[in-house]
């Protein structure tokens, strides 16, 4: 292999991980804390995402996750209300 294409392949590599790093630093963009309840357990999670409903759904499973004793409790819980939300600065 000639050193003009060994370059070509070592600089589309480089590309190819920056554009990779770079999406997903820009996916993490908004943070924000959400605090679930059910029957008498709480739980307060912070999650990360693209945007605010990605960032609050997430941080609800997480919270749901674990406070629900059973599966049932876990579909309930993630169709209820959060207790809070709050928007954290990065």
């Known amino acids: 292999m000639s050193t003009r294409i060994k370059l070509a392949i070592a600089f589309f590599i480089l590309v190819f991980l920056g554009v990779i790093g770079f ?15 059910i029957d008498g357990r ?10 605010a409903k990605e960032a609050i759904q ?3 499973q ?3 996750g674990l406070i629900s004793a059973n ?3 876990l579909m309930v819980c ?3 209300q959060p207790q809070s ?3 954290l600065s990065k």
């Open 71 to 73: 599966r049932d409790q």
């Open 23 to 37: 999406s997903s630093f820009q996916a993490t963009r908004t943070r924000y804390r959400v605090c679930m309840s």
């Open 78 to 80: 993630t169709t209820q």
């Open 85 to 87: 939300i709050e928007k």
């Open 62 to 64: 997480i919270d749901c």
């Open 58 to 60: 997430s941080a609800m």
């Open 42 to 51: 709480s739980h307060c999670a912070v999650a990360q995402g693209r945007d």
